[in-house]
């Protein structure tokens, strides 16, 4: 045998078995115990008791307390009379300066616009007027002048043409026959249009006739007043007028 390793305890399984047999014994005894109580009746128990006789308890004797000393009295100290107030004087209502109102405050200046001038156009106004007169007088002298010449070359016009009329028998009165007349610069006629018929067939015919025969009719004095459609009124009777 060893000595050194542990040898078997044979006092030690009994002690282990008769542990484990008390708790066993002490789980059975604490379940019946659980189910006694339960099922038990309820029992209640009153015990009396009398009151006994309480011993009586002596006062301790009074102790007695050594009396107080008089305290010393205090000297009283002379009183200090206050000086005595002068009599007071009634509150004198205060009487307060009016202060004048304030100054209202210059309101500044507005500085109206200035409305613009306009140009003064009454010269220049002036003057296009008087240009104006002295055009239209120039126009009209220049219109009279040229009405002149055309009437002129008009009459020189109706005195070769009048000469080649050949009027018609039985005319009668003093039909007005109006013709417009288309010419070339060199007087050629190119062309006749009866403008305003007489009334009398034969008289148109025979002036238009005229007319063509006449080619070439006579041209301004001033090339300038050329014209090349002329105005015609040709009758049988020029003195009384063919207007």
Do not use: Y
Request: with cysteine; glycine share 4%; aromatic share 4%.
């Amino acid at each position: 045998m060893n000595p050194h390793l542990p040898q078997a305890n044979p006092g030690r399984w009994k002690a282990l078995t008769l542990t484990l047999l008390m708790h066993v014994v002490l789980v059975v005894v604490l379940f019946f115990g659980v189910q006694w109580k339960r099922n038990a009746p309820n029992v209640v128990e009153a015990e009396l008791w009398s009151a006994r006789p309480q011993p009586q308890m002596t006062a301790p004797p009074p102790v007695q307390e050594p009396e107080p000393k008089p305290e010393p009295k205090p000297e009283p100290k002379p009183e200090i009379k206050p000086d005595p107030k002068p009599p007071a004087k009634p509150d004198i209502p205060i009487k307060q300066e009016k202060k004048p109102p304030p100054k209202p405050e210059p309101k500044p200046e507005v500085k109206k616009p200035e409305t613009p001038r306009l140009p003064d156009f009454s010269k220049e106004i002036q003057r296009e007027l008087e240009a104006n007169k002295i055009d239209a007088e120039r126009n009209q002298r220049a219109a009279a002048a040229r009405d002149k010449v055309l009437t002129a070359w008009s009459e020189k016009i109706r005195g070769k043409v009048r000469g080649n009329i050949v009027a018609p028998p039985g005319l009668q009165g003093n039909p007005i026959a109006t013709f417009t007349v288309t010419l070339l610069p060199s007087g050629d006629v190119m062309n006749v249009q009866l403008k305003k018929s007489s009334g009398n067939p034969a008289w148109d015919a025979a002036t238009e006739r005229a007319i063509r025969k006449s080619s070439p009719l006579p041209k301004p004095d001033d090339p300038t007043n050329f014209e090349r459609e002329l105005i015609l009124s040709l009758c049988p009777v020029e003195e009384t007028g063919c207007r």
